[in-house]
């Protein structure tokens, strides 16, 4: 009788699920009958996880690209762990180094026909960002790494621009490191610096005031040495006119018949010869007063332009004391040779989206066995120590052994001393056989991805038609470079085969960095 009612429910259910509820159940049963050896080879489900103890200041989120989990770290280790849905075949979220360099609560593609990203925060100019989105189970995405929509929303105000975000084609973690070479900040150091900021802002302002006041005397000065030359042709004319009377006025006198004809020509002389005499005078004192203002005139001109290089100089170091209270980025590549340095300003991008980070510092290094990889390691100051900070390090592209690669590389000892004394927690040094992106620029963090793995979110499409529905993310206001403030972004910045080294764009600075640094 049970087995009746059991059959007889089960037939009524199915009748009401139609023919769709039918194939579910029947793959439920299929499922089922398979047993524990076939269920074993279903993927692995990653859920929603929140670490059991009060969370910090999220210090970078690692993507995994395998597993298909982001999760966010603090400095004492994992806070935040969701599914995500990276990119599809051709789509391919790229694996790299990255950082929130935009969020916006409503994010609409102007890439891919209005679709809604919701809590969007971007990571790169040309179209990926971390977002709210479906999450069929699989990487199904153009190129975003979508979160379930209630993560991204809670994740949203916990994180901040210039936030690491790593990308990693498989399951990396933060694992507590040290060596020599890393940063040792000395209490005094950053004790001092809030001071020395405060004092340079001073002097940066009374530059500013003095560059101001020499610009004008100089525009003044320049104004007046302008107008010499055709006052000076006026009082020439007069004298030449002036001079012309006077002759006249002697043939006049010369020509005179009468006693009458020859007092009035003697009256028109005397006057004649006053007013040449007149005019000769001012012509002469002109000509003596030119001179002295065409002096002054180049005198304050390179007064405004000392006083202008004092203001770039105060500005400048005023600058660099206020970004010593910032954690400081350091990429060093062994494809470039070179060691690049960069912090948040925290300023806003003068174009618009984003912050603009201060790019200090370019020089090249020397690297050990420069034909043997290095691999791509991240080492993150996690926190404070009583001896100075507390290291980690994610690698996620083999190569030589992280502290080995440490080893291999030698930093100019100044570099290091400009930056460790006032390093922070956040502060990041990355080591990678790959050249910065050319997606790095003004308003980036830096940008670097494997070119072993494939890149096919780094290809961009123009806008489809209106009427077309689209389902997922990208933008058209990509960057190409650095562009420092005034270079065009170019929206489609690799239209060729993202999965060729040869044809990858790199990351070229528009003019050779200065020495100069905080």
């Not at 040792?184 to 802002?201: H, N």
């Not at 791509?376 to 592209?397: E, Q």
Request: aromatic content about 8%; hydrophobic content about 40%; charged content about 25%.
């Amino acid at each position: 009788m049970k087995n009746r009612l059991t059959t007889a429910q089960s037939t009524v259910a199915m009748r009401r699920w139609g023919p769709p509820g039918i194939v579910a159940l029947a793959a439920m049963v299929a499922l089922t009958a398979a047993g524990p050896a076939t269920a074993a080879k279903q993927p692995r489900q990653v859920t929603e996880a929140v670490a059991p103890r009060v969370a910090g200041e999220p210090i970078m989120a690692i993507v995994s690209i395998k597993s298909q989990q982001v999760t966010f770290y603090d400095a004492e280790g994992w806070i935040l762990r969701a599914p995500v849905s990276t990119g599809t075949t051709g789509r391919e979220t790229p694996a790299g180094v990255f950082a929130i360099i935009e969020k916006d609560r409503e994010h609409r593609s102007t890439m891919y026909d209005d679709a809604w990203m919701p809590h969007m925060q971007r990571i790169t100019w040309n179209g990926i960002a971390l977002h709210g989105g479906p999450l069929p189970g699989y990487a199904a995405s153009h190129g975003c790494v979508r979160m379930p929509f209630g993560f991204a929303e809670n994740l949203f105000d916990k994180t901040y621009i210039g936030m690491r975000v790593i990308i990693s084609p498989y399951d990396s973690v933060p694992t507590d490191f040290s060596h020599p070479s890393l940063f040792v900040p000395k209490p005094e150091a950053i004790a001092a610096a809030p001071s020395r900021a405060d004092k340079l802002s001073v002097e940066a302002e009374e530059a500013t005031r003095a560059a101001d006041e020499a610009k004008k005397a100089a525009s003044v000065a320049a104004k007046e040495a302008a107008s010499l030359p055709a006052a000076l042709r006026k009082l020439e004319q007069q004298k030449a006119r002036a001079d012309a009377e006077l002759t006249f006025a002697d043939k006049t006198l010369a020509n005179a018949k009468t006693d009458q004809a020859r007092a009035k020509a003697e009256e028109l002389k005397q006057k004649a010869a006053a007013k040449a005499a007149d005019a000769a005078t001012q012509l002469d004192a002109a000509k003596a007063a030119a001179q002295p203002k065409r002096d002054a005139a180049v005198a304050t001109k390179e007064g405004a332009k000392a006083a202008a290089a004092r203001k770039a100089d105060a500005v400048k170091a005023a600058t660099d004391a206020k970004l010593a209270g910032e954690p400081v980025s350091v990429y060093i590549s062994r494809a470039t040779q070179k060691l690049y340095v960069r912090r948040n300003t925290h300023k806003p991008a003068p174009d618009g989206g984003g912050e603009v980070f201060d790019t200090s510092i370019e020089v090249p290094v020397t690297i050990r066995n420069p034909d043997q990889p290095l691999g791509t390691h991240i080492f993150t100051a996690m926190a404070k120590t009583d001896t100075g900070l507390r290291w980690s390090v994610v690698t996620i592209a083999s190569g030589d052994e992280a502290r080995n690669a440490l080893d291999r590389i030698t930093i100019p000892q100044d570099v290091w001393d400009r930056i460790g004394p006032t390093a922070l927690p956040r502060s990041s040094i990355i080591i990678s056989d790959e050249p910065l992106s050319s997606e790095t620029n003004y308003r980036t963090e830096f940008v670097a991805v494997l070119s072993n793995e494939p890149q096919g979110g780094f290809i961009t499409r123009k806008p489809t038609a209106p009427a077309m529905i689209a389902s997922d993310d990208g933008w058209d206001n990509g960057g190409n470079g650095f562009g420092f403030f005034f270079q065009q972004r170019d929206p489609y910045v690799q239209p060729s085969n993202p999965r060729r080294r040869s044809q990858y764009q790199y990351y070229q600075p528009a003019q050779p960095m200065q020495r100069g640094f905080w």
